[in-house]
């Protein structure tokens, strides 16, 4: 019964929770969307357009396109139109590099933190809803940021940089604010800064877009912004104004000389987006159910078995009585029917209560409110699910039941089921899969995905189980080394080998799910640690506002003031390099240069990507390479270049055979030895090709180019993208290096590659949550399943128990024997979990090699620990009483 | 202690066992007393339902009594904890059940070793001991069969073994031969009469049987919870 519940209760509270959520995100688009209409700025710089020499003084490679005056004009006539109610503008800094806050003052920890700052019209912002300070509680950011300087945290920011109301900071090492309030890290979600299932970066500032002091930190005029929420009258009305402003506004220059087309999305049409990301997570959340209503099944067939066996004498009494087994069987689909549907009651009522709690972790997840309101449709589901699960699970030992013998009762003492007909169990077992795969498909809402999925589930469970009591048989072979507490367990595990496997079943279901989560977080977060080490090989990150070499100078001096680097990595960004030409010939014309040293075409093909110049190249670096050679640090100053090999985009047949034949691409055809052309952000520069590399990438820093060259390299007149210095200080000096960095040099800011880190990671457990949760709930699931076999295994074995202690056997070594069996229960269905997960990721990692599989040592010990622990404290619940029995009391019911 | 009582293996003063079944309240039994010597054979008699199980389990500490107390050897169980009385059953105490109750898992041979294992320094080698009692019981072919492979007849000589694997001072037996055709249950208990020579353990025997019975030194009637 528990079982049920128990299933039934997954189910409901897993798609309450889903309806929620979908009706949260749909029914309040607006909100979520924060308007009616959002008009952004894209940038739209291409690859073949120049940022060099537009003249502006003020490094354009970083700042972020703006509404121009003619467009903000434009705007400002449209909003005499009748629909328009109300409007407010947003600068969303920098989405192109990431910005720095810092304590200062002496205050918080002294390190530089990401921060995603929002430049907002206090007063207005946002349009739908309204974003209150946790910190002075409930004050709206209208009261919070009224004067210049004055800054409103979100709370995971604040707490990582240590600082509270009244302490102040600094924005990208410049400009101090105070900070005037916190707010939740939920205040930002919104799919317009990050999709759905990218949480959005928990750390992120408002301050107000009209304050000088925070344009001045991000280069702004007055009026800049990129970003205008528009709030109008009806969903018609959006419509009629974004069509307007899609085709009557100028597309002119900006004011930065930078092309900026902007883009008009109404909440209408945003909505299917939503609806699609809710969709999936709805989908998640519903095979979570599926899941557990999985699980929930076996531990009903379970049950039923156990009935049906302990009731084995009473049915050959009905039918030593004169009963058909017809009618026997009905009593017991009553029966079924009855326990479905009390235990379906107390499930739904379960998980009533189980979507109330999971909302908290739907929350944090998604970063929103979600209305928790009372569903029926997934009640209706949990219900006839249920009902209908449990009299199909009932069925196939009623069957069994209808053909007990009535001699039975006679040869007291056996309680063993007959076997029913192998044909007739298959014919079942395969109706059986045709009523879940019709409740499947109802569910799932799609009839091929329905029945296919499920018949796949069953055929895959089938031989799960198959393999199960094959390991089960196996287990009961194993050596006992004259123990008998041993060798009363292991008899005991293969005497019900069928239960035993089911158990093993659910338990491994439960325990696959968990340590996939678990070894995918775990693969994520050990992947991050490395990619960090690796590629940044340094413990601080100096990064330049701008691309400036004179910056530049007085940073590489700053670095050498320190003492205590022991090794410095200064990188140069050109984000457009690209190939003209090969030995002289030149690319990009079909049919190739007639003079061309290789004659088969080189092809139309060009593209451009990042050149990397880096300081300093060493052989310890060196990755792994194709042809040639890496860089060496005797190569500074010379003009060569190794290139990363071809992207697989590129190395595709449909992309080579159009461009250049049967050869891949042109980087392919180029040779060690060659001499390359490159346009590199509008200069030729050209270079000698010492090597090809086996990746893709270059990964420098934490920058990704297809070409590394030396430093210097490349002439100081072709304009830069952005600068970087990786610098390795002794362990433990890198905080006080970091603050004398930012000290001396503002504007220029010195991150210690641990606040990277951290911020991954609180990112990544972000994201890991609602998986945690459901895999969590799939393991308790399992562990209501094995509690309840166990209780029914200790039931049956009630009188053997009686009997050991009749002979003599203290209750502890009953329940040693108990636990035994269990636990070796536990720790094969843990480690079978395991290798499932292991083994199903590792072939994900084959198809989708981004996803990095490292499962670690200790993580999967905890999981069969858990696994131990879930079966034991299982065994334990029901042994226990069970075991302290007077043996009489069992023994008098002969 | 008295000489006299170091004489009386089994002693029960004032026997009281009640149940409470809903509102009324069964009297199993109603103030029993009994002394059993050292070596004695008692047969119990009397209608189904009298409380002659219950004595059994109570004398045989399976179950606490409501009031009154019982002695083995002159010491009191009735203030046992579980694991002395556990204790008491393996090494005191021999049970054989009308429904011989073997562990269905366990082979004959498994089943017998079973008292011994659970023995705490224990005299007996486990295998030894349990082929000797088998042996003894004339089932020395038998060893590796579970019970489901036997007769009725030899599944409760099995339980005559396992009874004796710990040398008992006290062999409680209810109903040995309930369950079986008067043929086998007369060899059934030719060979509990047997063993209990063997050991010249104390035998405490409820039955039906006045051929049984007389077999016994000496004979009592249960009555409605009283022994008369
Ligand atoms: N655990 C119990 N719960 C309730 N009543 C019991 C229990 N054990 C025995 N009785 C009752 O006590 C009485 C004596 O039972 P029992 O000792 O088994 O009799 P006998 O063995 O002489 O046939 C009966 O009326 C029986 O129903
Ligand atoms: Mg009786």
Redesign the pocket.
Known sequence: MFAIAAGVAAIVGLQSLALSVEDTVTNDIQTTHQADIVVSVEDRRGGSQTTAGTGVGESPAFASPVFSEEERSAFQELAANDGWVDSTYVYVANPERPSFIAAAGGAGTGGQFFLQPYLIEPGKYPLYGEIRAVEPKGAPLGELLTSPGEIALSRSIANRVGVGIGDSVTLENSRAFLVKGIVSNEAAGSPLFAPIFVPPLPWFAYVALDDPIARETFNLDEGDANVLFIKTRTPADAAALAGVERSGLPAGESIRGISSTFDVETAEEALPEIEDATDILGKFLLIAGLVSLVIGGIGILNTMLVVVGRRTMEVGILKSLGLKGRQIATLFVIEAVLMGLVGSIAGVLLGILLSFALTGFGEQFLQSNIDWSLQTEPIINGLVVGVVVTVVFGFLPVLAAGRVRPNVVLQAQSSTLPRSGRVVSLVVVLALAAVIGVVASVFVGNWTIGMIGTYGAMAILALLSLALLLVVWLVGKLPTFGSITLKLSLRGLSRQRGRAASTLLALVVGLFAMSTIVILGDSMKQFVDETLESELGGNLLVILPDPDLEIRDQARDEIDRLGQAERVVETHEFENATLVAINGAALGRPGGDPGATRPPGLGSLQFASTMLAQSDASADDAPEMLEGRYLVPEDAGRAVVVVGSDPPWLQSPIFGRASVGNEPTIIGRALVGDDLTFLVNGQEVTLALVGKMASNHLHVGFSQGHFLVPMDAIPDSVPRSSIGFQVTVPEGESAAAAAQLNRNIPGVVTVEVDAIASLFKEILDRITVLPSVLSALALFTGAVIIANSVALATLERRREIALMKTVGAKANKVLTMLLIENGILGIIGGAIGVLLAILILVIFHQVQPDVPVSPNPLSILFVLAVALGVALGAALLSAWPASREKP??VL?YE | MASDTSEVMLRATMLEKH?Q?GDTV?H?LRGVDIAVTKGEIVAIL??????????LGILGGLDAPSAGRVEIAGVDITKMNENELAEIRNKKIGFVFQFFNLISTLTALENVELPVQFSTGGQFSSRKRAEELLALVGLQERLRHRPGQLSGGEQQRVAIARAMANAPDVILA?EPTGNLDTATGESVMNILFDARRETGATLVL?THDAQVAARANRTLT?QD?LLV
């Open positions: 009489l009391e008098r | 149940f079944m069964v199993a009397g209608a189904s339902g009298s409380g002659k199980s219950t004595l209810d409820v249960m919870g």
